[in-house]
């Protein structure tokens, strides 16, 4: 098989695209290889020189000269790349050709979609989308209701009795000064933060991103006494980590634990019919902060994250996360259309990142955390366990020699 997989990596607006094509063919011991770009498809001829050795060619540079010594009907085997429906490419715009192995990068000009050519661009009336785009979180806790709370490993309820909420409350996020959430800033009423931490009444139920946060009196007294002298806030029965604890608050995380309201056990939050509730809710955390993030921006901003997981007392991990591209258009092929000896290419929306991993707060996560421009939150042990396998195999969509750049690893949202 020639083609195994194509990434590519629309640039609409910079009018270009970068091409991944992975191949089932080693070029360091055969690079018989042509690349024809044409305005409406990518076509690749490969010949195979294996019985005759007075044809063949070890030098990578023979892909330039292949089409002065072949035809393209002496190909063995030839396949079109169609991208006339998402772009339509400048011909002999190839930059940046590099062949590793089985993987052939390199780098195309496009056309303005809107009309005109490459050095004039006809812009619509209406060519800012103003719609946000993204997963919108639903919150299934009632006020009023009797409610528990379990662990989701094994269903222990963590809960007191009879527990009702009668206020649910979005928290701000917190990058700002929660002094200034309130009109009463110098501490007026019980729920005034103290120190800047929000102490929630006892049928307060305040909730941010994928935690909440409850007052521990309203959990059960096992529980509480279980998690007396701990930081991190455990199942009494199965030990499973669950959340965090904080003089009287505990900040419990959507993908730990579940809530019991009218006879039915679910999940407090959903944006979506999650397969991995870690790996969704650690994506719907980056994507929820960098729209935050860039509140108020006609175009994206590279936003900087620091999500951080608390193991133990006196264990900390961090994940750097740097936003380079929020909604990144990304053409990958149909594995199944391509064993039918036909490809088609399927076009969604993506976040491209650069991350690194941190098992301790060292002079380079100080420096994130202490910038201003930096906005950070805590997640759950599963986020981050779950969460860092996606980046790691999203990663793996770009060939070897690109997933890496200045000690970040390249990687992806949702591909």
Same mark, same amino acid.
């Given at each position: 098989?020639?083609?195994k ?26 690079c018989?290889?042509?690349?024809s770009?044409q305005a ?21 540079s ?37 062949i590793?192995?089985s ?12 009309g ?11 060519n ?22 379990t ?34 800033g110098?501490?007026?009423?019980d729920?005034?933060?103290t ?7 006892k049928?307060?139920?305040l ?9 521990n009196?309203?959990?059960?007294e ?5 998690n007396?002298k701990?930081?991190?806030y ?15 608050? $505990? ?6 634990v ?6 039915s056990e679910?999940?407090?939050f ?12 650690f ?9 935050e993030f ?9 936003c ?11 264990k ?12 990144l ?16 290419l ?10 690194? $991993?941190?098992?301790?707060l ?17 997640i759950?042990?599963g986020?981050?366990s ?5 980046l790691q ?5 770009v060939?070897?020699?690109?997933r ?12």
């Amino acid at each position: 098989m020639l083609i195994k997989d194509i990434f590519i990596e629309l640039r609409s607006r910079l009018r270009s695209c970068n091409v991944f094509i992975t191949t089932g063919i080693d070029f360091t011991k055969n690079c018989n290889l042509k690349i024809s770009i044409q305005a409406n498809c990518i076509v690749l001829n490969y010949y195979n020189d294996d019985y005759d050795r007075s044809k063949r060619r070890d030098s990578l540079s023979s892909i330039e000269s292949l089409s002065d010594c072949y035809s393209e009907d002496e190909c063995d085997v030839s396949c079109v790349i169609p991208v006339r429906q998402y772009c339509q490419i400048i011909p002999n715009s190839m930059s940046c050709l590099k062949i590793d192995k089985s993987t052939i990068s390199f780098r195309l000009l496009t056309e303005p979609k809107n009309g005109g050519n490459f050095y004039k661009e006809l812009l619509t009336t209406n060519n800012f989308d103003s719609s946000t785009k993204g997963n919108v979180l639903k919150l299934n806790v009632d006020v009023g209701e009797n409610t528990k709370i379990t662990c989701s490993n094994c269903s222990n309820v963590i809960s007191g009795n009879s527990l009702k909420f009668d206020r649910i409350l979005e928290l701000p996020t917190a990058n700002l000064d929660m002094s200034e959430w309130f009109c009463h800033g110098h501490g007026h009423g019980d729920c005034a933060p103290t120190n800047g931490v929000l102490t929630p009444n006892k049928s307060d139920f305040l909730y941010r991103l994928t935690f909440f946060v409850i007052n521990n009196s309203v959990l059960s007294e096992k529980t509480n006494k279980f998690n007396s002298k701990r930081e991190v806030y455990h199942c009494n029965r199965c030990l499973a980590w669950l959340g965090l604890k904080n003089k009287d608050t $505990v900040k419990l995380f959507n993908s730990e634990v579940k809530i019991q309201q009218n006879d039915s056990e679910h999940l407090v939050f959903t944006h979506k019919t999650p397969e991995d509730i870690h790996t969704d809710d650690f994506i719907y955390t980056i994507e929820y902060m960098t729209r935050e993030f860039n509140l108020g921006f006609q175009y994206t901003v590279m936003c900087k994250i620091v999500l951080e997981c608390t193991i133990s007392t006196a264990k900390k991990q961090y994940l750097l996360i740097w936003v380079m591209d929020k909604e990144l258009q990304v053409l990958r092929n149909d594995v199944d259309t391509i064993m039918n000896d036909k490809i088609e290419l399927q076009s969604t929306s993506v976040t491209k990142i650069l991350f690194k $991993v941190e098992f301790c707060l060292n002079d380079e996560v100080e420096s994130w955390l202490s910038d201003p421009a930096v906005v950070s939150t805590d997640i759950s042990k599963g986020m981050f366990s779950n969460g860092l396998a996606h980046l790691q195999k999203m990663s793996l969509k770009v060939p070897e020699p690109f997933r890496n750049t200045n000690g970040y690893c390249v990687s992806y949202l949702k591909v």
